[in-house]
């Protein structure tokens, strides 16, 4: 049987309010589990001391023979000094998928062209050239 420390919803609706247990890996969230080892309230201040408690020898014991930590009680033990969690990265996280790289494409080329438009709008309109048959009407004179 694997068995995980992981947290259990009590609390009302938009009032949520955790126990920190120690529960068979199968288990549902909030159904049966083995030990109470915490409590976890969110609504308290970050730094307020009674946001987390913790049993801490008996979280020491069930590490020791193997159970898991889920990755938000690993945060919180962690914060507690009771494990080390290293630090995760995702590199990929901020950069764009296919879909929004497309549409940047097409975003920029419409950008390029309608700066190409304005320019050729705001181009003065080249002067006439002086029309060459005069001058030629002009030597046919003299000759």
Known sequence: MSVSLRLSRGGSKKRPYYKIVIANSRAPRDGKYLEQVGTYNPLLAKDDETRVRLIEDRVRYWLGVGAQPTDR???????AGIKERTATNNPAA????????ERAEDKAKKAAEAAEAAAEA????PAPEPAAEPEAAAETTEA
Not at 94 to 101: E, F, H, L, M, S
Not at 122 to 125: D, E, I, T, Y
């Open 73 to 79: 009680v690993a945060r919180l033990l962690d914060k």
């Open 94 to 101: 901020g950069v764009p998928g296919k879909k929004a790289k």
């Open 122 to 125: 705001a181009k003065p309109a």
